[in-house]
């Protein structure tokens, strides 16, 4: 997937996902219209992360639930995940640290 992506997440329980475009003549570099909005927390969303190369937006709330989205449809993947594998191995960790933090990590073996 290319492009650059900017994620945001709401008290209102919702992520954005906007796609960054060139800075045009008025010096905006965000769109009028998010490219997703992403449902399906039921407590305010209080970290975010888009990995783009895995198709992945992950949200973290305060609640302790993590959910997956697709970044290309928006489509809801998974919930409440620790790992996720992508199909070339590569793992993408998602670790609670607290109601404010997650650790999200992308691992990749070394041959």
């Known amino acids: 997937m290319c492009g650059m992506f900017l994620m945001t ?3 209102d329980t ?3 996902l906007w796609e960054l475009n060139q800075q045009s003549a008025q010096g905006s570099f965000l769109p009028e219209k998010p490219f997703q909005i992403l449902c399906g927390h039921e407590s305010e969303v209080s970290c975010v992360a888009v ?3 895995l198709d ?3 949200s973290g709330a305060r609640d302790g639930t993590v959910n997956v989205h697709s970044v290309r449809d928006g489509h809801f993947l998974h919930k409440d995940m620790s790992c996720i594998c992508s199909p070339s191995m590569r793992n993408t960790l998602c670790k609670r640290m607290s109601h404010l933090r997650y650790q999200i990590c992308s ?5």
Request: overall charge neutral.
């Open 107 to 111: 691992l990749q073996a070394i041959s």
């Open 56 to 58: 992945m937006a992950i």
């Open 9 to 11: 997440g709401s008290r």
């Open 51 to 53: 990995l783009t190369e």
């Open 14 to 16: 919702t992520c954005i």
